[in-house]
């Protein structure tokens, strides 16, 4: 597979579940990227992982949201105790960060859609 | 101050017009700057960066850099009605992580 991949594509659950959202990123990516965005909505950052460093999670809305990153390439995005307004898509991108930090093109996977009844 | 900023539009243009897209920011030492489009219902993709002072050109998108001014546009020659989407600016911080953020985004319509 070239791309990012996401899995489900879609996510139907009963509020008060938990879920985990699963990003296969570009093979050779460092970085990792979770975003939310919720209906007409501009993309919310959700954490930041790069290669070895403890991940940024300074995007993270609650302590019920949690990520992590195995082996510096699939990355799961759990949230536990879903409340409706989790309800959105939730968007992984991963890139190939040059050094200081710049650049960072991030290419973007399919997304899941989420929905809390 | 949001740390990416952008009109939210609409903006409509005319088929053939050039649209004009802007995006400030507030991070003085950001290094890099990026255009993404998303069309309705997909995952956005990106269409130009770019990194120094000045224009970059790529077919008919020219991004243009203002470091000193802290805004960076997109110009759509020739727009089609398939350009027709959500413009979003991402700048890549430096103070507090190299983390990229996005703005909100603007909604372009090229009619026909």
């Known amino acids: 597979g070239a791309g990012v991949s996401q899995s489900p594509s879609n996510k139907v659950t009963e509020k008060g579940k938990d879920v985990e959202l699963r990003c296969d990123p570009i093979s050779g990516h460092t970085a990792l990227y979770w975003y939310r965005q919720s209906l007409g909505q501009g993309l919310e950052f959700l954490i930041y992982?790069?290669?070895?460093?403890?991940?940024?999670k300074s995007g993270l809305p609650s302590d019920r949201f949690s990520a992590e990153r195995t082996g510096g390439s699939v990355s799961t995005l759990t949230i536990q105790r879903t409340q409706q307004e989790d309800s959105a898509v939730y968007l992984c991108?991963?890139?190939?960060?040059?050094?200081?930090?710049?650049?960072?093109?991030?290419?973007f996977g399919p997304g899941t859609r989420l929905t809390v009844l | 101050q949001k740390e990416v900023e952008q009109n939210s539009g609409p903006l409509s243009v005319p088929e053939g017009a050039i649209a004009s897209l802007n995006c400030t920011y507030s991070?003085?030492?950001?290094?890099?700057f990026f255009w993404y489009r998303q069309y309705s219902g997909k995952s956005p993709e990106l269409i130009m960066s770019i990194y120094s002072n000045g224009d970059k050109e790529d077919g008919r998108f020219t991004a243009q850099l203002n470091k000193a001014s802290q805004y960076v546009s997109l110009l759509i020659r020739d727009s089609q009605p398939s350009d027709s989407a959500t413009y979003l600016c991402?700048?890549?911080?430096?103070?507090?992580?190299?983390?990229?953020?996005f703005g909100a985004g603007t909604r372009l319509f090229v009619k026909a």
């Open positions: 991402a700048v890549k911080t430096i103070t507090g992580g190299f983390k990229t953020i």
């Open positions: 992982f790069q290669g070895n460093s403890a991940p940024d």
């Open positions: 991108a991963s890139s190939l960060p040059g050094l200081a930090g710049g650049m960072d093109e991030q290419f």
């Open positions: 991070d003085r030492v950001s290094q890099s």
